[in-house]
């Protein structure tokens, strides 16, 4: 028995991200558009689990207060318990620098959640908030429930195009064997 692998395509990652964005390309107003916008990315840029984006720490992705090149996924909050860092997209980029703006009242919190529950809040948000989110959202978008996992396949499919095998297990930490 195998496991068909669901992946969304490009017309229904066009449809997700479409709302977001203004007219001029620039990200919607307000911290739900960013904080929800970023969720989506980390698992469609960057191949992240749920578990791991809902508890990503603001010193996971930022070095004195800019946003890295990469975000470092700590082996405490790894599945695998492997530490890994995963290069992050132009976009994303732009989306967790435009959120950081949201952290201006909590300056020196490096441990404070990226994806809280609210803007002036340390609660970070559950794995079952960003399903039901990802689920009435992508039925309204795309006639579709999409899954999170689903954003993660569709991350390691569109890296097979370009990368052997063992470097998308290394991105996705999912081989056997601790990277060398």
Sequence with gaps: MSKQIHTITASEEAALLKDFYQANGDIAFGYRHHRNLTCLLLMLDAGLRVGEV???????????????????????ISKNKQERSVPLSGRLRVCLTGLTEYWQHSQGNESWPVIATH??????????????????????????AVNPHSLRH??????????????????LAISGSPPQ
Excluded at 54 to 76: M, P, T
Excluded at 156 to 163: E, I, N
């Design 54 to 76: 809902c508890k990503l720490q603001r010193s996971d992705i930022c070095f004195n207060g800019l946003v890295a090149e990469g975000v470092k996924v700590r082996a405490l």
């Design 119 to 144: 803007q002036y809040d340390s609660a970070q948000i559950t794995t079952r908030q960003v399903q039901r989110w990802l689920k009435d959202f992508s039925l309204q978008q795309t006639g579709r």
């Design 154 to 171: 569709t991350f390691a499919t569109k890296l097979m195009r370009v990368l052997n095998i063992r470097g998308v297990q290394e991105l």
